[in-house]
């Protein structure tokens, strides 16, 4: 494989593995009652946060998938710790979040990333025999 073909590291099947693997080690601690773990789930926003963020890397600074996951992260940290009520009046700053992306993708078009195609491989070639008599009755290898 070459390093074209190659996927990126950091990409959102990772997170998502690692994201997998955080919260059953976080309820396999709180269920052995090793560590009270619950807590540690009120900042689920940060899954977000890394889901978006791997988009951002995959896709280009503009990828608006990226912004989209930021978006919903922010939205989760204001309603996680900010103070009641805050989330409801700030909602029109994430249209317009929203709108320049959407403006700058337009100015600044991103080039369209080729899908990697699972190609198939050629049907192998059939088997060549030496005997001049198509109708032999030997077993081929």
């Known amino acids: 494989m070459n ?23 976080i309820f396999l601690a709180d269920s052995l009652r090793w560590y009270d773990a619950w ?6 926003p940060l899954a977000l946060a890394a889901f978006g963020l791997a988009r951002l890397a995959q896709d280009g600074i503009l990828s ?7 978006a919903f992260a922010t939205a989760g ?23 320049v992306i959407v403006t700058l993708r337009a100015i600044f078009p991103q080039p369209k990333r080729q899908k990697l195609s699972k190609t198939v491989p050629p ?10 008599d198509p109708d032999s009755r030997q077993v081929n290898p």
């Open 123 to 132: 049907p192998p070639a059939p088997p060549v025999s030496c005997d001049s």
């Open 64 to 70: 608006f998938r990226g912004h989209v996951w930021l």
């Open 39 to 44: 807590h540690l789930l009120t900042w689920w």
């Open 77 to 99: 940290f204001i309603s996680q710790f900010g103070p009641w009520g805050l989330l409801e009046r700030w909602w029109p700053a994430f249209l317009v979040w929203g709108g």
């Open 3 to 25: 390093a074209q073909a190659r996927p990126p590291l950091f990409s959102p099947k990772l997170v998502f593995g690692l994201v997998v693997i955080a919260m059953g080690l």
